[in-house]
């Protein structure tokens, strides 16, 4: 499968109530690569990908895809050229693997439409994706917080769609669990040229599992690009106030960010 | 293609084969159930009438003693608390499933409290009786809930938010009740009381072509949204992403919900936990199987019409149906409460 | 101390004036209290009936309201300092005795002794109505607290009004076989303070001292919890002794108003939360502050209800709740989502 699909915003502003949280952002998300969203706590970064999600309105301007504004799609349309993983899901009580999962294939369902076997493919090759089929008759409340996540990731895979939206899918994991759903995200990438759109908060691991970065400030876009484009001293200066060095990762050559605080210099 | 079938395929279908199965049994079950109670408040009364006198008398015919008993007494009763229970079962389980808090039911947000208000108010001041009183409570119920609705909702809407603004609603309506009745001189207080605890003492046959016609809206448009509803489960921010529109589900199995309460209400008083008991009891029933709506509508028509065969004649003193059904929900209420608590989930 | 004193009330009005406000507009709602009504009455009988005459008919009204104003005085004050205690110790804004479920409580346990056990008297009421009320209190409050997340006002508000709804369904059940007792019982959903005599007041009025000291000598050891349990422990207090001492003062002060008027929602809600912006945290100018507001409050509640219903008058109870309701609804708007 190929991503065909592109989306973009031109010249949005949104937030919440009458108070802007976002101005006038344009940005293309490039097709077919990963992107992470970073930025300062309140810059916008959640914000910006609610509303590229359509779970915000915007108060101006418009989130394209493939130039046909969001907002004006049939909602189930929409839920099927992209999906998002929200920050806090909820589990039903006492759902299972398997049915939850299967609830990603809701956009494809009508009032009295059956399940097809296109539906149980879809399912399957999401739960074997995220390494979860061994968990498909286990009840949710069971797991723990790394496979609860690969299975609402297994959820917005069944969706089948071209872009995928996460809202920081890593917090409340511990490393090794950041680095398997990182590595996830990679993979959908490259076997299934998924567009994945991520608000990441660790720079270090955004730069290294990024094609692609926007850095936000305020509201604003303040630079976007490459890891190596965006991820200098200056910029990470400028939009976390911090002092810093950035080296080469010894590990993916990408760049690495090093705080650097009031004490503890050598 | 490969000849044999993937064996996690065949897995899905195989839990979904055993959850449809396990959802039509739970149905089929409840359905004989209602069929029995229905039966068992038709011939057995203070007298035993014979079933088929019982059947002769509902094809029309003429029986002399039965027709009076079961047609003119049992028959109607029988009918309201079905339809009633019926209403107020998929109206509160609506409820609960949408804001995913079984004690969000219209009981306690004040739904079923502006209902009452306005049927007290048009009662005692406005002197109205039967279908007029239905749509003023069905007008002001609806009006209730746009104000719970539209006061919670600020920066999007949220079930919390809305339950606490219900919850103020319903204090004030329920002040607002106290004071009709301490006004209503004409009517017997004792009578006001029972109204206001629930009873189908009053039922007759002209009410129920009301309250068939607003299960049949009602309840149609509350099942159309079914699946939506359950996607709803897994949060507004996921429901939306998988394409369900949030706000206008919300707004048409509100409206629906409501439109059932103040019919049922508007008949026969807001029957205490009916509609709190339904859902809970429906989900434990069906455990994740499908929807839980019809089931609890069921079991809502279950609870009334049993409730009511209680209160007549297995107690001591002659109760309407929401003493039984408050004593029956209260102590389960407090237990659902506890429970929820501990475990932090939702229905 | 003195410090402290500044920093709680930084940027706001010097406590000991607002203070001084609201004593005089106490006695201006008080002669507003006795004054007006449904007979129309001159100055000079108002006088006369304070210094006790009942000679004409004006003088006696004056003479009827007078033991009125002073239990709305009383109970205000009660109510006033009831839930300011109840939402520094829950830290809920929307803690409130009528929310909690107290005065329902109350009620109950005053219906079952009459209808049970045939307690009639007055002072029979004040035992049951304070038992009510604490059983009551701690049964909210402990169904709230369990789970992780401790006792958020969401599970408060809930715990609350369902408690509410399950023990008004059992005054139902109890009460409706019974035609005789219909009508004593109904006094006991509406609070009003229109019944008042001087022997219900003697009768709540220990009850209501002793709960205004416990509440005095709490009020300090307050302002500690409210930084959290963890912070009081750390600061060397025993945050279970504290809040024993505080419920205890609260459930008496709203249980022995209960059982003089009836259930009067909303006053413990709105008054503590308007002091509390006028006056900052410090919950001994709060608990001052408020007890005197919660007066104020009632007595204009209960001369609005006189008015208003011209020639019968609205139970104070109907009228505190309308102007509560609407209040607890902007509270739930001002609060942030996460917090409820």
Same mark, same amino acid.
């Given at each position: ?266 | ?14 839990? +979904? ?7 039509? +049994? ?16 038709? %011939? ?37 608390? =079905? ?23 219209? !009981?306690?947000?004040?739904?079923? %409290? ?73 009517? !017997? ?20 072509? =009301?309250?068939?016609? %607003? ?12 699946? !939506? ?6 949060? !507004? ?108 989930? %939702?229905? | ?58 003088? &006696? ?9 002073? $239990? ?46 045939? $307690?009639?008297?007055?002072? #029979? ?15 909210? #409050? ?5 789970? #992780?997340?401790? &006792?958020?006002?969401? @599970?408060? *508000?809930? *715990? ?15 009460? $409706? ?31 209501? $001292? ?10 300090? @050891? ?119």
């Amino acid at each position: 499968m190929t991503a065909r699909h592109t989306l973009s915003t031109r010249q949005l502003s949104a937030g919440y109530g009458d108070t802007s949280i976002l101005n006038g952002i344009d940005i293309t998300i490039p097709t077919g690569q990963i992107t992470s969203i970073i930025g300062a706590n309140a810059c916008g970064k959640s914000t910006l990908l609610r509303t590229m999600s359509r779970l915000l309105t915007p108060h101006q301007g418009q989130v394209l895809l493939d130039g046909r504004s969001i907002h004006k799609m049939a909602t189930k349309d929409l839920a099927q050229l992209l999906g998002l993983l929200p920050q806090s899901p909820i589990a039903p009580e006492g759902i299972t693997v398997g049915d939850l999962v299967s609830r990603g294939r809701h956009p494809y369902h009508k009032l009295f439409s059956q399940w097809s076997s296109t539906d149980d493919v879809a399912i399957t090759s999401a739960l074997k994706a995220t390494n979860t089929a061994e968990l498909i008759d286990r009840d949710v409340d069971e797991l723990s917080g790394g496979q609860r996540q690969r299975v609402w990731i297994a959820m917005a895979l069944a969706q089948e769609t071209d872009i995928l939206l996460l809202d920081e899918p890593t917090t409340y994991l511990d490393v090794a669990h950041q680095i398997e759903i990182l590595d996830l995200m990679v993979e959908l990438n490259q076997d299934r040229g998924t567009t994945i759109i991520l608000v990441l908060h660790d720079l270090n691991l955004a730069a290294r599992y990024s094609d692609h970065l926007i850095a936000m400030k305020s509201g604003r876009v303040f630079d976007q690009g490459s890891p190596q484009h965006v991820m200098t001293e200056p910029t990470v200066h400028s939009v976390f106030g911090l002092n810093n060095k950035v080296i080469s990762d010894p590990i993916s050559k990408t760049p690495m960010v090093l705080p650097i605080g009031r004490y503890k210099q050598a | 293609m490969t000849t044999a079938i993937n064996p996690i395929e065949q897995r899905l279908k195989q839990a +979904r084969k055993q959850r449809a199965w396990r959802w039509y +049994r739970v149905v089929g079950f409840l359905l004989i159930l209602v069929i029995a109670l229905l039966l068992l408040t038709l %011939s057995v009364g203070q007298s035993i009438t014979p079933l088929s006198e019982v059947v002769a008398v509902i094809l029309g015919e003429q029986v002399p003693g039965a027709s009076f008993v079961v047609g003119q007494l049992r028959l109607p009763r029988v009918l309201v608390a =079905l339809l009633v229970g019926t209403s107020f079962g998929l109206a509160g389980a609506a409820f609960q499933i949408m804001l995913r808090n079984p004690l969000a039911s219209p !009981d306690i947000i004040g739904v079923s %409290s502006g209902a009452s208000a306005a049927a007290v108010f048009a009662i005692i001041m406005l002197n109205m009786s039967g279908g007029s009183v239905a749509v003023f409570s069905i007008f002001a119920g609806l009006m209730v809930t746009l104000t719970v609705f539209g006061l919670s909702f600020k920066h999007g809407s949220a079930g919390t938010r809305l339950i606490l603004v219900g919850i103020g609603m319903a204090a004030m309506l329920e002040s607002v009740i106290a004071y009709l009745l301490s006004q209503a001189q004409s009517w !017997d207080l004792q009578e006001a009381m029972r109204w206001l605890t629930g009873s189908v003492n009053s039922a007759q046959l002209t009410q129920v072509p =009301l309250l068939c016609i %607003s299960v049949a809206v009602f309840g149609s448009l509350l099942l159309s949204r079914s699946k !939506d509803l359950e996607v709803l489960r897994t949060g !507004d921010e996921t429901a939306q992403a998988l394409g369900v529109r949030v706000n206008q589900t919300r707004l048409v199995v509100m409206l629906s919900a409501v439109g059932l309460i103040a019919v049922g209400v508007a008949t026969t008083g807001p029957i205490a936990f009916v509609a709190f008991l339904s859902g809970p009891i429906a989900v434990r029933l069906i455990s994740n199987t499908g929807s839980a709506l019809l089931p609890a509508g069921l079991i809502g028509a279950c609870l009334v019409m049993g409730g009511d065969y209680i209160g007549q004649f297995l107690l001591p003193n002659r109760y309407p149906v929401g003493v039984v059904t408050g004593a029956l929900g209260a102590p389960y209420l407090i237990y659902l409460m506890i429970r929820t608590n501990r475990k932090g989930g %939702s229905l | 101390m003195k410090f402290l004193c500044t920093y709680f009330s930084a940027n706001r009005f010097p406590p000991m004036m607002l203070i001084g406000c609201s004593a005089v507009l106490l006695i201006i709602m008080c002669t507003l209290s006795i004054s007006i009504g449904t007979r129309v009455v001159a100055w000079q009988d108002i006088i006369n009936g304070l210094m006790g005459s009942v000679a004409t008919m004006e003088e &006696a009204s004056v003479a009827m309201r007078l033991p009125r104003t002073l $239990l709305a005085l009383l109970a205000g004050s009660a109510l006033g300092i009831s839930g300011a205690i109840m939402q520094s110790v829950t830290r809920n804004p929307l803690a409130d005795p009528g929310l909690l479920g107290v005065n329902i409580g109350a009620s109950f346990f005053v219906v079952i002794g009459l209808v049970w056990f045939g $307690l009639s008297q007055m002072s #029979h009421y004040v035992w049951l109505a304070i038992f009510g009320a604490a059983t009551t209190a701690l049964f909210v #409050h402990v169904i709230s607290a369990i789970g #992780h997340d401790g &006792a958020t006002p969401l @599970k408060f *508000a809930l *715990a609350g009004a369902a408690t509410s709804i399950a023990i008004s369904s059992f005054i139902m059940a109890v009460v $409706l076989p019974r035609n005789d007792i219909a009508g004593s019982v109904q006094s006991w959903q509406i609070g009003g303070v229109g019944g008042a005599t001087y022997g219900s007041i003697t009768l709540i009025l220990p009850f209501l $001292l002793i709960g205004g000291l416990l509440s005095l000598t709490v009020a300090r @050891k307050l302002n500690t919890i409210a930084l959290g349990d963890d912070v009081a422990m750390g600061l060397g207090e025993s945050v279970t002794r504290i809040r024993i001492h505080a419920w205890l003062a609260a459930v008496l002060l709203a249980g022995a108003t209960t059982a003089a008027c009836g259930p009067i929602g909303f006053v413990g809600l709105v008054v503590p939360h308007l002091c509390r912006l006028l006056v900052g945290i410090d919950n001994r100018w709060l608990m001052t502050l408020s007890a005197l507001c919660g007066a104020n409050l009632l007595l204009a509640a209960d001369v609005l209800g006189r008015i208003l219903a011209r020639p019968s008058e609205l139970s104070v109870g109907i009228v505190t709740a309308f102007i509560g309701a609407p209040f607890f609804i902007w509270i739930v708007r001002r609060q942030k989502v996460k917090a409820l």
